[in-house]
């Protein structure tokens, strides 16, 4: 039985309208819950989904791919578990092909179809929430919970969130308009004119190593919503998630009469470099990358026949000048560190206070009490073994490993044990200016908050952040960091004590990157995120 394009736009409108407004307000909404409650999801849900997902393992995973002629089992769960999915590897210009002769059809569709399509990706995607999060948690190393809510829950709001904005920007222009023009001594010129908006060609999504979905969704969904055909590129650890992803897609298109190569599933063997393969092919004219500077950047530099939106890691940094809550500081600090062993792309890394010290609600402290009171803070937070699994997870591969065993031969270390805690100087600046993605930070000691703004602002400038963060009680100070983050180009959050951190934000209220420093190229979700996606192109005619 086919449900047509049309039918799932009015089972979704309500949401998609929704989904529109919350964007277009910047409050908070959510549409999937973020709790893996019984009472939330059912009873069977979470058992279900946990069965779903062991049903996956030592075998071939089921989904057609184009030009498939052999499989690929490249995962290593950071938990030691057996995985051995295998997966169809599809030929890179059979899927190229398959992308395009599938365009046609999909761009015929009114962009409320292609948005009722991509919102029944999203409710099934939904509905297999425990299994995707099983998923991420054994490819990623995330600990459960956090696999559920970011991999599941935030990553389907990111999702949504690209196609209410997807669809706000290709609605705003009529599809039919008329009008006339006055002549002197004779009738009006009438016009009649139909606007379309039209794909930019074929679309390449790049997934990370460490959230495959939060990541990949927002440019999966846009392009799609845009008239776009997508092949989905998984980091090679981390397939599995994906994969579901796009099983699900390609079901529902199949259910929608249209062709399920517009979503299709392009793997590698470690090492084989496809993503580079078809990221320089013609025909790909988008690419959604998360991921290393260095392969993003040669993304932005050799991708040059498409519109490359990159995620990359940077300079993430905490001024700290001043509290009137110096424990809840710490505790907020503490956590923002060690969530997920630090291995977020937007972890704090950098924290510059004076050497003077800073004034606090329980009396001055030296940058080495700070030091001292910090790592405190972390041995509190991690000290309960459970809480410490549930909070880090696991290291997810050996980069990270190996940049931790580098770290500790580093002079000034404060804190060896996970997230470590390294004291530097501005001297040090070619060690804190390069990217440690992982649990490790330092804690630079300036001569002055003005100091540590100016460095906070040249730095960000030339090696990017995804996140800034300041600590003042005083009017003025805040006012700079306000503008050295302007200047920075980067989003910046003040005085966050309790249950907000620095390296998290939330779909339809708080943007992701910027676009205005080295770190991204866009920010999710805006505008610009979807606009270089389409064209809006228009035919005219004489009516009487």
């Not at 309208?17 to 409050?27: E, H, L, Q, T, W």
């Not at 517009?262 to 580079?276: C, D």
């Not at 030339?462 to 009680?473: D, F, I, K, M, Y």
């Not at 676009?515 to 270089?532: E, I, M, R």
Request: contains cysteine.
């Amino acid at each position: 039985m086919v449900t047509t394009p049309a039918e799932f736009y009015d089972r979704h409108r309500e949401l998609l309208d929704r989904a529109i407004d919350a964007a277009a307000a910047r409050d908070y909404w959510s549409a999937y819950p973020e709790s893996p409650s019984r009472s939330v999801y059912g009873e069977q849900a979470a058992p279900a989904g946990k069965q779903a997902f062991q049903a996956l393992l030592g075998r071939e995973f089921p989904i057609e791919v184009p030009g498939a002629r052999t499989t690929v089992s490249s995962e290593l769960s950071p938990y030691g578990i057996e995985l051995d999915v295998r997966y169809p590897q599809g030929d890179p210009a059979a899927l190229i092909a398959a992308a395009r002769a599938a365009t046609p059809q999909w761009r015929a569709l009114e962009p409320q179809e292609r948005a009722g399509v991509a919102a029944e990706i999203l409710q099934r995607l939904n509905a297999r929430i425990y299994e995707l999060a099983h998923a991420v948690q054994h490819t990623c190393g995330q600990a459960f919970v956090m696999a559920f809510q970011a991999g599941g829950a935030h990553a389907q709001d990111r999702g949504l969130e690209a196609v209410a904005v997807a669809l706000a920007e290709t609605t705003r222009i009529p599809a039919t308009a008329s009008g006339s023009k006055p002549q002197r001594g004779g009738d009006p010129l009438r016009l009649e004119k139909t606007s379309t908006a039209v794909g930019r060609g074929v679309a390449l999504v790049i997934g990370c190593n460490t959230f495959p979905t939060w990541n990949s969704y927002p440019g999966l969904f846009a392009s799609l919503v845009t008239g776009n055909p997508v092949i989905v590129k998984p980091h090679p650890g981390a397939v599995l998630p994906l994969a579901i992803t796009v099983q699900i897609a390609r079901d529902v298109l199949t259910e929608a009469g249209l062709d399920p190569n517009l979503v299709t599933l392009a793997v590698e063997q470690r090492g084989e470099g496809i993503a580079a393969t078809l990221a320089t092919h013609p025909e790909v004219r988008i690419i959604d990358f998360t991921g290393s500077s260095e392969f993003g950047s040669w993304l932005e530099a050799n991708a040059r026949q498409a519109v490359v939106y990159t995620e990359k890691a940077g300079l993430n940094t905490v001024i700290v000048d001043s509290t009137d809550d110096y424990k809840g500081l710490l505790r907020n600090l503490a956590f923002s560190l060690s969530l997920y062993s630090g291995q977020m792309c937007t972890t704090p890394q950098n924290i510059f206070l004076p050497g003077t010290g800073i004034a606090t609600d329980l009396g001055p402290k030296s940058p080495a009490e700070f030091g001292a009171d910090l790592g405190a803070a972390l041995d509190k937070l991690l000290g309960d073994p459970q809480r410490a699994a549930g909070t880090l997870g696991e290291i997810v591969n050996d980069g990270v490993r190996a940049r931790i065993a580098e770290a500790g031969d580093l002079p000034g270390v404060l804190r060896s044990a996970l997230p470590m805690v390294i004291r530097a100087a501005p001297s040090d600046e070619k060690t804190f200016t390069r990217e440690w993605f992982g649990p490790i930070s330092f804690l630079i000691t300036t001569t002055s908050t003005a100091h540590s703004l100016e460095l906070f602002r040249d730095t960000v400038r030339q090696h990017g952040a995804l996140t800034a963060l300041v600590h003042s009680t005083s009017p003025e100070v805040l006012a700079d960091a306000r503008e050295a983050a302007l200047d920075a180009g980067v989003h910046l959050s003040e005085n966050l004590t309790g249950g907000v951190f620095v390296n998290q934000t939330a779909a339809f209220s708080d943007l992701h990157g910027t676009g205005a420093n080295p770190a991204a190229t866009a920010s999710l979700s805006d505008a610009a995120f979807v606009t270089g996606r389409f064209f809006t192109l228009q035919s005219r005619r004489h009516t009487s």
